[in-house]
């Protein structure tokens, strides 16, 4: 049986939130595919409903199951993770340049997408153990990035999926950072980072895609090839700059529609609500995300262990650094990396994982107080 205190402290803020920016992902989306021609609509906004639907069940059922046991088999989740990233490269589906789907006939699901809530409670269970025992040393640091890290990367890189290969490394650096590390380890890293900086950059440069290299060149100098390269950075400009101070109003954008913007309804979503909402709308699109990580780190600092903490920690920084990325790379303030905005931009799978991302928040918030144990 459900504790009725877990009940009575339900989450119901976070799951609102998510809730309110996941419909108005959906209305933006309808807008920025609705036809301005004589043709008929593409129904992307009745599916993004339907995982709607499916991610708040999802959402329900993993917060009704106390997190630690989530942390109890962490390590046989982060296996079987690892497993799915293999079979992405060996029978997974092609699209748009990339390897990156399983498809199951009915459906067809990104398995990067939920590695990264694996990759998150594996890590939090290892950091957990080690502050119980020994202090977070190089030998424990080495050991943390052959186990969890190296493995995963690789396999992702080779998707390839560079954004998300990038946003597995800063949570992991965040974790380790939070958990306590040791100066001399820190500085360790830093110093050797640097001087491998220019080698590593050189093999990395020469493994990545024709287009991942138009992004970086796209993004140091988009006028460069304004027609080319730089055709997504300056467009994405143009639309959140004509936007205005209130905006053209809902469905009076015309970026999206007129096919001025490249992937407007997924990782390009801000630009076209910011076209239709202008800054204003904006502001207060940036709050309710806001009000999300703000509450994700209170969670994580009221949690009632470490095991907790370090979940929603993690939890909070990938979600933390999917927004600023995303929005970001809408500004050309950084590289376009194929990084959706969370809930709002459309994908079925990337949905489905931000919702049980955000589950973790509240499973630890409802499970905060020692006297449930």
């Not at 490249?262 to 699109?285: K, N, Q, R």
Request: proline share 3%; net charge positive; with cysteine.
């Amino acid at each position: 049986m459900i504790d009725r205190r877990v009940i009575n402290n339900f989450d119901w803020s976070t799951l609102f939130i998510a809730i309110v920016l996941s419909l108005i992902g959906v209305m933006t989306i309808y807008s920025a595919t609705r036809p301005v021609l004589d043709v008929a609509q593409k129904t992307f906004y009745i599916r993004q409903l339907y995982w709607i639907g499916l991610s708040i069940m999802a959402f329900l059922i993993l917060v009704s199951i106390d997190y630690k046991w989530y942390i109890r088999f962490s390590y046989i989740i982060f296996f079987l993770g690892v497993v799915l990233l293999v079979i992405v490269l060996v029978a997974g589906r092609k699209g748009m340049g990339a390897q990156r789907w399983i498809d199951l006939g009915f459906m067809s699901f990104q398995p990067s997408e939920f590695f990264k809530i694996f990759f998150i409670m594996a890590v939090s269970r290892y950091l957990s153990q080690i502050g119980e025992t020994v202090s977070l040393g190089l030998r424990s640091m080495l050991k943390m990035i052959v186990l969890f890290f190296i493995v995963p990367a690789v396999l992702i890189l080779k998707q390839p999926d560079l954004g998300t290969m990038l946003i597995l490394m800063f949570i992991f650096i965040s974790l380790v950072l939070v958990a306590g590390a040791k100066r001399k380890i820190i500085i360790l890293v830093v110093v050797g980072s640097l001087i491998a900086l220019p080698f590593a950059g050189k093999i990395i440069w020469g493994g990545l895609k024709d287009y991942q290299k138009n992004r970086i060149i796209a993004f140091i100098d988009p006028q460069a090839d304004p027609q080319g390269v730089g055709y997504h950075i300056n467009q994405s400009k143009v639309t959140i700059g004509s936007g205005g101070f209130l905006g053209k109003g809902y469905m009076k954008g015309t970026q999206g529609p007129y096919r001025f913007l490249p992937e407007h309804h997924t990782d390009f979503i801000f630009s076209i609500f910011a076209e239709e909402w202008g800054f204003a709308g904006s502001v207060l699109l940036f709050l309710m995300y806001l009000l999300i990580i703000v509450r994700g780190f209170d969670t994580a600092r009221k949690a009632r262990d470490r095991e907790g903490c370090f979940l929603v920690l993690g939890v909070t920084f990938m979600f933390s650094y999917y927004f600023f990325i995303n929005v970001g790379m809408t500004l050309g303030l950084m590289p376009v990396v194929g990084v959706p905005l969370p809930l709002m931009s459309y994908g079925g799978t990337a949905l489905l994982s931000n919702f049980l991302a955000l589950s973790m928040i509240a499973n630890v918030r409802m499970r905060r107080f020692a006297l449930y144990y």
